[in-house]
């Protein structure tokens, strides 16, 4: 936990006393009152490593001057920081580091915002003394994304502590020794990293910079929009930088947002989708069977008569919506509400569906939040640290940096159990910092889960407070564990009752304590079991309602909190309120000035099975493509093509606005204004950085127009209006300040869980799940594993579990047009542990081949030390074939489409 | 693969140190033994048993100049360049090696008899300018001395002139 210490010390810094906490050092306590020490090798983010001299300061009764970055303060302690001999060594230290310095500015992007620049300009005569030949290495290419400059370099070891210390992947090296000290990757290979651009935002000076905009730009000529990241829940601050209408760079600055100024390659070097060439430029309208650009008055026109037309023969309920989770508050905001009030319908779903929506419904249910009741901060802070499916570096890559902070800098104890092998990589691996790790595959995340509970019950663990209050709740869970004989869980999980009892003690043992729980659990049948019985967990550890600890699930998709939140989903209305709350109806309408319709909601497979039978006619389609994100067992194209009115609003002709009637050009998330809410539950601004492309227009404008030409106008003259709006209706909604402000649980709703709830499905929720079904995760010794190396000889190859999901390096399909991820990951391939690999005679390249029932694939093999036994993974981004493998099933309560995962057997081609 | 040809060798050292990563050295030396240079496979192969990246392995070998990267010739000279001897003439030892072998500082004569290198302070400074020859000592060398042990090597295999015997770390496991 941060110094949390509120034990302070005096003292004096350049004859101004000051007081700040114990621990501080100098170099802060001085930046706090204004004085900023000239540095390089110090950042905050860092810890101390002096090696660059250039914060010297002399502070009295101390010997020599000393390094103000690595000094803590001491009471009464007197520094001096501009002195004529603190003056003379900044000017020695420079004078030092510019005998090897190129001085090439001119041709440095780091020029005009350099510390080297800035500081030499302050502190260094214009001569130097030195006459020796400058250190010149040869230039060696780094790699696509990053460019290095070691001329340039400083030495100050900030990007290799940065890549080690925040981002757990140390894949920087300082070659070489003294003044020929160079950063290099491993020998002449090129970089492969995770590619955040850590290193390139922390490097002081211009010896590592970004490839994507190299010799583009020069700081002071760029126009900056300070805005949200679209491709990821974690809701990082971007800082978009723009010359006239082109994206240059994207960057965040040090203490900005909820991501302190860190991102992810994604955030980093995926700005290019916006810009792509392939944007829709104008509205397209299928005239004999082509699709066609057609001027906005005709589209809409087009739209809107037909609307009217099909309403009149079939009724509002032949309509359906749905909308992506990429799209501000304000869009979701409006679209719900044209479908609600312009066409009449609760008609309407999003992605959230495809698994978000498990988590908050398991919220709401026990705990009546449906937020997390914790924050970024408290994971930081938190003692112990559970993390459940959630493959954390590749899905939200920010929060897992919080995580790696609790347990680098703060030294919490990690609990994991994710389907990952711990094995150093190119990309970090959470379940390297574990404590207590169980790897097993996504479907046996919950018996794990049970297994822990297990442990709980029956070591005595149960909190007091809780087997008085709900004797009859921790009985029925203790009963039915009770019959799941050690041995079964062990064999199911492979994990010993022994290791279970420590990781359950050490939980346990912690006044802080988050369990972080991520598609991996919410996109797999039983996911929102699972989540519940996590719940069950903190409950009946006594936690739940302690401050500090809670559930936390992961969204995927930037703005899937804010979906739910606006009530752009089949089972809510904004807030979120369920959709036959009686007072909740009342007060909208009372808002909208009109009668809410009736009839019930329609989730996504629902949606698509009435589209399918003839019974929907039209469906808004704002973003979503559920074409090509769902298996085609899900029959998602047969069920659009019986559509008699298709209209997608999109950025480009997906698979699914290929069967569109109409086509609208939306603006992306770099060309309008609003909200989007993160996955912790903080509401954060969304600002244009440049002009719509072509004649795109915001989501929520296009359904306005729309409203007013089928004579039901909800109008709004911009965003801000909208977000009124929601605020009439959530009090507070979006104040956007520094951090969220975090639900507390409802402790009506806890007792109605404890008393009752609880019993509906406690005999389900407790049962082991893909038990006999396959065999994974077994010991590498044990007989049946000889027997598959033979068995598993080229001929009748292998089975496997194949599993389908979001990777570092993309997001969705949006990703897969932004040209710096497509240097990094430009293609699937499929991800196999190398004793599989091996048992099918196959290393790195080689094609394979996957079939089932459903279907084949080919494609290509990465063998992954981190990807366990009997598994393979394929990156969602680029599942075209993979899909036809995939089956869907739904989830009967939260109607979840779970369709990531699949048996295969995989043979060598 | 060094896990294959000296598993008890690794046991050994790994067993030696408290935290693993403190036997990257020890198995560098491993490596380098083997290979008389430490290949790039070794250097991954000792990342993964050390659990640590390809690079962290890099960083240090190049930190060391008791490492090459590249093969050497059978007789590596390592003259020392630090402060010491430089006072009492290393330039000038360096210059005459330079000149007798045709070869400047990091390179191999053709015949791959001998490499030559500069290193930092072998801690022998009372009596420079010194030099290293595989692992051997050779003190207050004079340009008459070098002409000497240039021929004693070609010719024997090794020198008269050589200082020692001295405790060389002794390679794990090797000690009978
Ligand atoms: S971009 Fe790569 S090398 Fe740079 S800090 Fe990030 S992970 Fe490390
Ligand atoms: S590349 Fe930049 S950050 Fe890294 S050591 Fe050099 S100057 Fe410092
Ligand atoms: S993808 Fe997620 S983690 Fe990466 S920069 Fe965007 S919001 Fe942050
Ligand atoms: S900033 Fe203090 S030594 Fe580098
Ligand atoms: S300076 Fe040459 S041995 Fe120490």
């Known amino acids: 936990m941060a110094t949390t210490t509120t034990e302070t010390v005096r003292l004096t810094i350049d004859g101004v006393p000051v007081t700040v906490p114990k621990g501080t050092l100098v170099i802060e306590a001085a930046r706090q009152m204004g004085v900023m020490i000239p540095h390089f090798c110090y950042h905050p983010k860092l810890k101390p490593d002096a090696n660059c001299r250039m914060c010297l300061v002399e502070i009295e009764r101390m010997p020599k001057l000393q390094t103000s970055c690595s000094t803590p303060v001491a009471e009464g302690m007197v520094v001096h920081t501009a002195t004529t001999v603190v003056n003379e060594a900044h000017k020695s230290v420079l004078e030092f580091i510019l005998a090897n310095h190129p001085l090439d500015c001119p041709v440095c992007d780091q020029g005009g915002r350099c510390d080297l620049q800035d500081f030499s300009h302050e502190y260094t005569p ?223 779903d999003g992605s959230a569906r495809y698994g978000h929506i498990n988590g908050v419904r398991a919220l709401r249910r026990v705990q009546g939040t449906h937020r997390w009741t914790v924050a970024f901060e408290d994971i930081v802070g938190a003692e112990v640290l559970l993390l459940v499916g959630t493959n954390i570096t590749e899905t939200n890559p920010i929060t897992g940096l919080k995580v790696k902070e609790a347990v680098k800098k703060y030294n919490a104890t990690l609990l994991t159990i994710e389907a990952l092998v711990p094995a150093i990589g190119t990309i970090s691996n959470i379940a390297n910092l574990s404590a207590h790790h169980f790897s097993v595959h996504p479907e046996r995340f919950g018996n794990v889960v049970l297994g822990l509970i297990k442990a709980v019950v029956e070591g005595g663990l149960v909190a007091q407070t809780l087997t008085q209050r709900a004797p009859a709740y921790v009985e029925a869970i203790s009963q039915t564990l009770r019959a799941i004989p050690w041995e079964t869980l062990e064999s199911v999980t492979g994990a010993t009752s022994q290791a279970l009892m420590e990781a359950a003690r050490a939980f346990v043992a912690a006044r802080r304590a988050v369990v972080l729980v991520g598609q991996g659990v919410l996109r797999t049948p039983g996911g929102f079991g699972v989540a519940t019985n996590l719940l069950d967990l903190l409950l009946l550890t006594g936690k739940h309602d302690r401050p500090g600890c809670g559930l936390a699930p992961l969204a995927e998709e930037n703005n899937d909190q804010g979906a739910v939140e606006m009530g752009a989903l089949a089972e809510f209305l904004p807030g979120p309120s369920d959709l036959d709350d009686r007072a909740a109806r009342e007060r909208l309408a009372g808002l909208w000035k009109e009668e809410l319709p009736q009839r019930p909601g329609a989730t996504l497979m629902q949606i698509l099975g009435d589209a399918r039978a003839g019974n929907v006619k039209a469906l808004f389609v704002v973003g979503e493509n559920p074409i090509g994100s769902l298996p085609r067992a899900a029959q998602a194209k047969e069920a659009l093509e019986r559509l008699e009115l298709l209209v997608c609003q999109e950025l480009f002709l997906t698979d699914t606005a290929r069967l569109a009637h109409v086509v609208l050009p939306a603006c992306s998330y770099a060309e309008k204004d609003g909200t989007f809410t993160n996955t912790e539950g903080h509401v954060q601004a969304v600002r244009h950085a440049i002009d719509p492309i072509g004649e795109s227009r915001p989501d929520w404008e296009i359904l306005s127009a729309l409203s007013v030409l089928m004579g039901y106008p909800i109008e709004y003259g911009d965003a801000k209006e909208i977000l009124k709006e929601i605020r009439n209706l959530i009090p507070g909604y979006g104040l956007l300040g520094p951090a969220p402000a975090t639900p507390r649980s409802d402790e009506a709703v806890v007792e109605r869980y404890l008393r009752e709830g609880y019993a509906e499905d406690v005999g389900a929720r407790y049962q082991l799940t893909g038990a006999g079904s396959f065999d994974m995760a077994q010991p590498a010794t044990s007989s049946a594993e000889s027997d598959r190396r033979d068995a598993g000889k080229v001929k009748d190859g292998l089975q496997l579990t194949l599993v389908v999901g979001q990777t570092l390096f993309h997001s969705g399909k949006l990703s897969t047009r932004a040209k710096g991820l497509m240097e990094v990951q430009n293609a699937g391939s499929l991800g196999l542990n190398p004793s599989d690999a091996d048992r099918i005679g196959v290393t790195d390249g080689d094609r394979v081949r996957l079939v089932n029932q459903a279907g084949e694939m080919t494609t290509s093999v990465r063998r992954l030390d981190r990807v366990p036994e009997g598994m393979a993974v394929f990156p969602e981004h680029f599942d075209e074939e993979a899909r036809r493998l995939l089956t869907v099933s739904v989830d009967p309560v939260t109607q979840v489409p779970y369709c990531k995962s699949a048996k295969v057997r995989i043979e060598r081609l | 693969m060094l896990r294959e040809k000296y598993k008890d060798e690794i046991e050994q050292i790994l067993s030696r140190y408290p935290v693993r990563r403190s036997a990257l050295l020890p198995l560098l030396w491993l490596a380098q033994t083997e290979e008389e240079y430490v290949t790039e496979a070794a250097m991954k192969e000792i990342a993964g048993i050390l659990r640590i990246t390809p690079p962290q392995v890099y960083e240090v070998v190049t930190f060391y100049t008791m490492f090459n990267l590249r093969p050497v010739g059978k007789f590596h000279i390592q003259v020392c360049k630090s402060l010491m001897c430089g006072l009492v003439g290393s330039d000038v030892l360096l210059g005459w090696l330079q000149a007798r072998l045709g070869i400047s500082p990091g390179q191999t004569t053709p015949d791959r008899l001998f490499t030559l290198s500069t290193v930092e302070c072998l801690a022998s400074c009372g009596t420079g300018p010194m030099m290293q020859i595989n692992d051997e000592y050779y003190e207050r060398v004079t340009e008459e001395r070098v002409d000497r042990i240039l021929a004693d090597l070609k010719r024997d295999g090794t020198s008269p002139l050589k200082s020692g015997p001295f405790i060389l770390p002794q390679l794990a496991g090797s000690e009978k």
């Open chain 1, 126 to 348: 214009t001569t130097s003394r030195f006459l020796e030949v400058k250190r010149v290495f040869p230039k060696e290419y780094f790699s696509a994304l990053i460019e290095t400059q070691m001329n340039r370099c400083v030495q100050c070891l900030r990007c290799v502590r940065y890549c080690d210390e925040v981002m757990d992947v140390k894949a920087l090296a300082p070659s070489g020794r003294g003044t020929m000290t160079e950063i290099k990757h491993f020998t002449t290979h090129q970089l492969d990293c995770e590619f955040c651009g850590g290193c390139v935002q922390i490097c002081p000076v211009g010896a590592i910079t970004s490839r994507l905009d190299l010799y583009e730009f020069r700081p002071w000529m760029l126009k900056r929009a300070d805005t949200v990241c679209t491709y990821c829940g974690d809701g990082c601050h971007i800082t978009i930088q723009t010359k006239g209408n082109d994206l240059i760079e994207v960057n965040s600055a040090h203490g900005a947002g909820r991501n302190n100024g860190d991102l992810c390659a994604r955030g980093f070097f995926g700005y290019h989708a916006t810009t792509h060439p392939d944007r829709l430029q104008s509205p397209l309208l299928r005239r004999n069977g082509e699709l066609v650009p057609a001027t906005w008055e005709e589209a809409l026109e087009f739209v809107a008569e037909t609307c009217i037309a099909l309403k009149l023969k079939h009724g509002p309920d032949a309509f359906a919506g749905l909308i992506a989770s990429r799209c501000t508050n304000e869009d979701l905001y409006v679209f719900q509400k044209f479908m609600r009030l312009v066409i009449g319908t609760n008609r309407i």
